[in-house]
T-cell receptor, first 112, second 115 residues
Framework: AQSVTQPDIHITVSEGASLELRCNYS??????LFWYVQSPGQGLQLLLK??????LVQGIKGFEAEFKRSQSSFNLRKPSVHWSDAAEYFC??????????FGQGTELSVKP | GAGVSQSPSNKVTEKGKDVELRCDPI?????LYWYRQSLGQGLEFLIY????????KSGLPSDRFSAERTGGSVSTLTIQRTQQEDSAVYLC?????????????FGPGTRLTVL
């Protein structure tokens, strides 16, 4: 079955600290993976995506993600979190027809 | 250029009434998707349109839900005889083509509340 799991529902980090949001996927073929961010009252904005090539992907706003096939993971990282990064983060896998299957999301809070 | 727009931004309706939600995709995008975001179910796919092909309706939760796309551009999602469980944020997205790797650009959503 195709699925995406984000084990952490809510994470709190201090401003300036590093961040890692976990994502595990289940997909039979080569996965096409995405991270989106959703600020309150907003739609989803693409942070980065992976579909081939280098397993370390750079995105916007200083985010990066690493694809690890052996672990079926696509974790999102940022070396130093800013207060403006507080939002909800969604990992997704692209399926046939372009339909996205999303994880449940991780809500990030940033302490001053 | 303009992004994906949706209207209305908020809709409050009474149980049993019909509602129409509108999506204007990015100009030139041939693929259009509808998703629903609710507390219990997270983000789930509803339907997508690609050009003049038959839409993929596999995610529609019941026959009370329908959608159309006129002229390959604007789309309307219609919910008939609304129920309280239909309360959710309905998100529309568009992409330049239907492909697993293509980026979908999302609108701000329509928050539907069924009383």
């Amino acid at each position: 079955a195709q699925s995406v799991t984000q084990p952490d529902i809510h994470i709190t980090v201090s401003e300036g600290a590093s961040l890692e949001l976990r994502c595990n996927y289940s997909y039979g073929a080569t996965p096409y993976l995405f991270w989106y961010v959703q600020s309150p009252g907003q739609g989803l904005q693409l942070l980065l995506k992976y579909f081939s090539g280098d397993t370390l992907v750079q995105g916007i706003k200083g985010f990066e993600a690493e694809f690890k096939r052996s672990q079926s993971s696509f974790n999102l990282r940022k070396p130093s979190v800013h207060w403006s990064d507080a939002a909800e983060y969604f990992c997704a896998v692209g399926t046939q027809g372009g339909k996205l299957i999303f994880g449940q999301g991780t809500e990030l809070s940033v302490k001053p | 250029g303009a992004g994906v727009s949706q209207s209305p931004s908020n809709k409050v309706t009474e149980k049993g009434k019909d509602v129409e939600l509108r999506c204007d995709p990015i100009s030139g995008h041939t693929a259009l998707y509808w998703y629903r975001q609710s507390l219990g179910q997270g983000l789930e796919f509803l339907i997508y349109f690609q050009g003049n092909s038959a839409p993929d309706k596999s995610g529609l939760p019941s026959d009370r839900f329908s959608a159309e796309r006129t002229g390959g551009s604007v789309s309307t999602l219609t919910i008939q005889r609304t129920q309280q469980e239909d309360s959710a944020v309905y998100l529309c997205a568009s992409s330049s083509k239907v492909a697993r790797s293509d980026t979908q650009y999302f609108g701000p959503g329509t928050r539907l509340t069924v009383l």
